[in-house]
């Protein structure tokens, strides 16, 4: 499995980012895709995600409202769209790929397993 992600960036507070993660060499059809975040000095935290097993999604309070995850199925990509960034969103956000079935509930239970694949990161900096 590989992650490929983009679309991170410079924006002013209240700005939009779109981040995109294209999936390769998925195996299951039950899985699910997390974008998680780490900030300098702070614990890595569960954003948003999404499950394949039945289309649910998580989101982390402090996002919810300004974030929205999405698919493209047929490009096997997916999307974080932030909104009225914060400059408390600056972070490095990871997508992520966890197979099986409900897997966003780790998320919801805060926490973010050590198995499954990781994206390479992309740098997301918001200046007030």
């Known amino acids: 499995v590989q992650l490929v992600e983009s679309g991170g960036g410079l924006v002013e507070a209240g700005g939009s980012l779109r981040l995109s993660c294209a999936g390769y060499g998925f195996h299951f059809d039950d899985y699910a895709i997390g974008w998680v975040r780490q900030a300098p000095g702070k614990e890595r935290e569960g954003v948003s995600c999404f499950s394949t097993s039945d289309g649910s999604t998580y989101y982390q309070d402090s996002v919810k409202g300004r974030f929205s995850i999405s698919s493209d199925n047929a490009k096997n990509t997916y999307y974080l769209q932030m909104n009225s960034l914060k400059p408390e969103d600056t972070a490095v956000y990871y997508c992520?790929?966890?197979?099986?079935?409900?897997?966003?509930?780790?998320?919801?239970?805060?926490?973010?397993?050590?198995?499954?694949?990781w994206g390479q990161g992309t740098q997301v900096t918001v200046s007030s």
């Open positions: 992520r790929y966890i197979e099986g079935i409900d897997s966003c509930n780790f998320y919801r239970g805060n926490i973010d397993p050590d198995f499954g694949a």
